[in-house]
């Protein structure tokens, strides 16, 4: 049997929180669709590309950089959503085995697990992104890039994960309040 915690809603919540969740759910929904039309864009590229090459001899030179600077946008704008829903990767035995007093508290240690790691993207990720500028880097291959462009999904994945972890920390810290944990 899984534990969850109680649907958000304004009674529950209070009218802070839960609009605080639902512009947060805005959020996350639109860089998920950009994280969608990126990895759109990368299957019709590899379906143009390995026929291109292999069949016409004609290989499309920057598709391999495009995929694979993409890949980083995918995942930095795709986490946020799936963290909001709690799609994440848990150690499903040990929660499930957890009564509803203890559930929050599981929740608010995860949360606080993933707040220290949006600190690391947000401030690092800023930091290299800035010396890369500095130092003007540029990618390798056909399109060079500036690096530090790309470098800065990491701090804006980074906040959208302290986005969502706050509204997390606040929901879990509300429930151990009040002892609201539904089975």
């Given at each position: 049997?899984?534990?969850?915690?109680?649907?958000?809603?304004?009674?529950?919540?209070?009218?802070?929180?839960?609009?605080?969740?639902?512009?947060?759910?805005?959020?996350?929904?639109?860089?998920?669709?950009?994280?969608?039309?990126?990895?759109?864009?990368?299957?019709?590229?590899?379906?143009?590309?390995?026929?291109?090459?292999?069949?016409?001899?004609?290989?499309?030179?920057?598709?391999?950089?495009?995929?694979?600077?993409?890949?980083?946008?995918?995942?930095?704008?795709?986490?946020?959503?799936?963290?909001?829903?709690?799609?994440?990767?848990?150690?499903?035995?040990?929660?499930?085995?957890?009564?509803?007093?203890?559930?929050?508290?599981?929740?608010?240690?995860?949360?606080?697990?993933?707040?220290?790691?949006?600190?690391?993207?947000?401030?690092?990720?800023?930091?290299?992104?800035?010396f890369a500028k500095?130092?003007?880097?540029?990618?390798?291959?056909?399109?060079?890039?500036?690096?530090?462009?790309?470098?800065?999904?990491?701090?804006?994945?980074?906040?959208?994960?302290?986005?969502?972890?706050?509204?997390?920390?606040?929901?879990?810290?509300?429930?151990?309040?009040?002892?609201?944990?539904?089975?």
């Open positions: 049997m899984q534990h969850t915690l109680d649907t958000p809603t304004i009674q529950q919540d209070g009218p802070l929180l839960y609009y605080y969740g639902r512009f947060i759910m805005r959020i996350c929904q639109f860089a998920m669709a950009i994280a969608c039309v990126l990895l759109l864009v990368d299957l019709v590229l590899v379906g143009l590309a390995i026929p291109m090459r292999y069949v016409f001899s004609k290989p499309i030179i920057w598709a391999d950089e495009v995929i694979a600077l993409s890949l980083t946008s995918i995942v930095m704008l795709g986490a946020p959503e799936v963290l909001r829903r709690n799609g994440h990767i848990g150690v499903d035995i040990l929660i499930s085995h957890l009564s509803a007093k203890w559930l929050p508290w599981a929740q608010l240690w995860a949360s606080l697990s993933v707040l220290s790691m949006t600190g690391i993207l947000i401030f690092n990720g800023w930091h290299t992104a800035m500095m130092i003007g880097s540029l990618t390798e291959g056909h399109l060079e890039l500036p690096v530090w462009q790309l470098q800065l999904l990491l701090p804006i994945g980074g906040v959208l994960l302290l986005l969502v972890t706050i509204e997390q920390l606040w929901r879990s810290t509300r429930h151990i309040i009040k002892g609201t944990a539904k089975v």
